[in-house]
């Protein structure tokens, strides 16, 4: 391919408006702040501790922000070979105007403090998103999000149902479901009112998808209510569940999301062979394992 084919397909593709489909922002605080906003994404900090940064350098609770760039800064020498690295320099030139070639311990606090007063700026949210040329970011969304407090429009709702498919037995759980929705969970029509209710709820937010991550070993296999409902009955009195029954559980509450994702026309985002907590002494967000 020619350099002049190159860049003019460049050219045309810089041209497009873009819609982002999976975020996990805080839509009432979607910019940052400062660049350990950045750096503290779990791109940066698995890469920082495989580098040998420990998790309580890095996680200490109450560490200043300009502290914990440092920290992260002093692994950054060993990240260079990383398509991350090479996005942390792009947004530092692209929205800080940084002109080096590394971002060293030498030059950091000077890009730091840039950034920061550039942040504080009263429209840097909509520079963000003019220079990024995004019209729309999808969110991920706990079950029980009020949704309000910002323009659904720009940043779109979406279901997330991983606590409802894999820990309907916590009572926390439950506690956040009959809050949601007023109503408390006795067996099976309890539970599809339950998501119904869920669902229109989202709906009038302008929700436009339901997620899930699903472990390798997820089977879906659709399972009758008169099946499921012994099961829910049991989780509401509180008894424990054998892995035969939650297994049956998780498998009625997933395939009741997907059957409302039909009925409304919603499509179901499946993050398919995650598996949780594999690297117990991870980062946080960097323990999980993708078979």
């Known amino acids: 391919m020619s350099a002049q084919l190159q860049q003019r397909l460049l050219g045309e593709l810089d041209k497009l408006v873009l819609i982002d489909p999976h975020t996990h922002i805080n839509q009432l605080d979607p910019a940052s702040h400062t660049l350990a906003d950045i750096l503290g994404y779990h791109y940066y900090t698995e890469l920082a501790h495989s580098a040998g940064l420990p998790r ?19 692994k950054l020498a060993d990240i260079e070979n990383t398509v991350q690295y ?15 070639d590394r971002i060293t311990p030498a030059n950091w606090e000077t890009l730091y403090d840039t950034a920061a007063k550039k942040m504080a700026q009263p429209d840097w949210e909509e520079q963000v998103l003019r220079t990024s040329k995004l019209e729309q970011i999808f ?3 706990n079950f029980d999000d009020p949704l309000t407090g910002f323009n659904t429009q720009r940043y779109i709702p979406c279901l997330r149902t991983d606590d409802l498919v894999f820990h309907l037995t916590k009572p926390e759980t439950r506690t956040r479901l009959a ?5 408390e969970l006795s067996g099976a ?5 339950a998501v ?28 009758d209510a008169a099946s499921a409902d012994p099961i ?57 394992l993708f078979d």
């Open 56 to 74: 309580e350098q890095i996680e200490q609770p109450g560490i200043d922000p300009k502290e914990k760039v440092q920290r992260l800064v002093s």
């Open 86 to 100: 090479s996005w942390l320099l792009e947004m530092c030139r692209a929205f800080f105007g940084f002109e080096d």
């Open 139 to 141: 969110l991920t969304n």
């Open 179 to 183: 809050k949601a929705t007023g109503i």
């Open 189 to 193: 029509a309890s539970l599809k009112q």
């Open 196 to 223: 119904g209710k869920l669902f229109d709820h989202f709906l009038s937010k302008n929700a436009k998808a339901c997620a899930i991550s699903l472990p390798p070993d997820f089977e879906p296999i659709r399972i």
């Open 232 to 288: 829910l009955r049991a989780v509401a009195a509180g008894k424990e569940l054998s892995a035969d029954e939650q297994r049956t559980l998780s498998r009625f509450v997933f395939w009741t999301l997907a059957e409302h994702c039909a009925d409304h026309h919603l499509p179901f985002d499946l993050m398919i062979g995650v598996n949780r907590r594999v690297y117990e002494a991870g980062v946080y967000q960097g323990q999980d």
